[in-house]
């Protein structure tokens, strides 16, 4: 499906995963070393990390191309096929993590932003998810610098804001629903945890 400056964006499982699990893991390295996450990566623990849609039949990653580079990538897999950080609140509540959706990572390099890409992942990824009848919402976590001024100082003046995406495709804050998730900083010495919120969306029927 050929978008803006023909970008291709093709759906991967499995073994299609499998063929680019470097491409996925030097990508996701670029792109969160910005801000918000100033993520030290390494890719050792990206392809280590990936391995997870690998595993599961309940996966895939929407995939951006031009013409043979991976320029942005978008995950989606069963929540109770996920991280622990990401189920633990859920089960806290009650949840059936078999009807929730889990959208992993939406990466995209920064000079093929702003084409339509981002919109698509959404729409691919809903698409997903509706192939899964007993499915009924849809989450995924950002980090929450919104009242740390050691990051606030450090946003870029151009930098995007991306709730007004996530508003547009009517997803909102999950009120009471947190996480953490650990990495290391380009300034620290090692891992620590971060403050991650939950955004939901129900996901509708037609």
Excluded at 119 to 142: D, Q
């Amino acid at each position: 499906m050929p978008l803006k400056n023909n970008i291709m964006i093709k759906p991967l499982y499995k073994e299609d995963i499998k063929s680019h699990i470097d491409e996925m893991a030097k990508l996701r390295i670029e792109v969160f070393k910005e801000y918000p996450y100033f993520y030290d990566g390494s890719l050792s623990y990206e392809k280590e990390y990936l391995s997870n849609y690998l595993k599961s039949p309940n996966a895939t990653v929407i995939a951006a191309f031009k013409e043979n580079e991976m320029i942005g990538a978008a995950t989606a897999i069963l929540l109770s096929d996920s991280y622990e950080e990401a189920k633990a609140p859920f089960l806290k509540r009650g949840y059936n993590l078999n009807n929730i959706m889990y959208f992993g990572d939406s990466v995209i390099i920064p000079q093929f932003r702003g084409l339509g890409t981002g919109h698509r992942f959404f729409m691919h990824r809903e698409l997903f998810a509706l192939s899964f009848k007993n499915v009924n919402l849809i989450t995924f976590f950002h980090v929450d610098r919104n009242k740390n001024p050691k990051y606030l100082n450090q946003k870029p003046t151009n930098y995007f804001d991306i709730e007004s995406l996530w508003l547009s495709h009517r997803y909102a804050p999950a009120e009471g629903i947190v996480t953490t998730f650990s990495w290391k900083e380009f300034d620290e010495a090692t891992e620590s945890q971060k403050a991650m919120q939950f955004w939901t969306k129900k996901l509708k029927r037609f």
